[in-house]
């Protein structure tokens, strides 16, 4: 199972490194971090750069796509290059997937009319132009589309993949391999548990 992992400037490292941490440790998966060109790509806080080993053309079919989001994700929106290889690359995957605001980059390549999506919680609103149904979930999957909410949603989805590509034994063993279980310290990762005025703050982080 090949995936590929498109790259653009100002990126969310972890919407992209969280699933491929996940993947990468499954056996009989390969995943590649593509962009527009081959190169160096540097995510949003401007500090850490991945490089893209292929460009789009060198891979238009793979068998699963993961699309990050992050703040670079407006600009992408424009960005025919990543819009029409996600078209051409969906026509062949077995799962065509998106992480956090990645979802605006799928429905900017007209995937998700008709289609239940989830993202970030403070940008649900923004699916619904697209023709998505928006869905606060942590994971929503529609026929070979899934999307995942912000961020470390994108570890919780690639887990759902996985137990689908192979078994369920299999996900359960790199789950524990990368030793995933979550106990944050405060139950605050949903804006419906959080304390009042932690949005606010939260947005001031992310805008």
């Not at 009989?28 to 500090?47: I, N």
């Not at 429905?107 to 699916?127: F, P, Q, S």
């Not at 995933?180 to 605050?188: K, M, S, T, V």
């Amino acid at each position: 199972m090949h995936v590929a992992i498109p790259l653009y400037p100002r990126f969310t490292a972890l919407d992209a490194v969280g699933p491929y941490t996940v993947l990468a440790f499954a056996p009989g998966c390969t995943v590649t971090f593509v962009a527009a060109e081959a190169g160096p790509v540097t995510d949003d806080q401007g500090t850490l750069t991945l490089i893209a080993t292929a460009s789009y053309a060198d891979l238009p079919a793979p068998d699963v796509i993961i699309v990050p989001g992050g703040p670079g994700t407006l600009d992408a929106l424009s960005y025919e290059a990543l819009l029409g290889w996600i078209r051409q690359a969906h026509e062949h995957t077995r799962w065509t997937t998106s992480v956090c605001s990645g979802s605006l980059l799928l429905g900017a390549a007209g995937l998700l009319a008709g289609v239940k999506a989830t993202t970030h919680w403070a940008i649900l609103e923004m699916l619904a132009p697209y023709g998505a149904e928006p869905v606060s979930e942590r994971v929503v999957t529609e026929g070979k589309i899934v999307t995942a909410a912000g961020v470390s949603a994108g570890i919780d989805m690639a887990l759902t993949l996985l137990a689908q590509a192979r078994d369920p034994e299999t996900a359960q063993a790199v789950q524990l391999a990368i030793e995933y279980d979550p106990r944050p310290p405060f139950d605050c990762g949903s804006p419906k548990n959080a304390p009042e005025g932690t949005a606010e703050r939260a947005l001031a982080l992310i805008t």
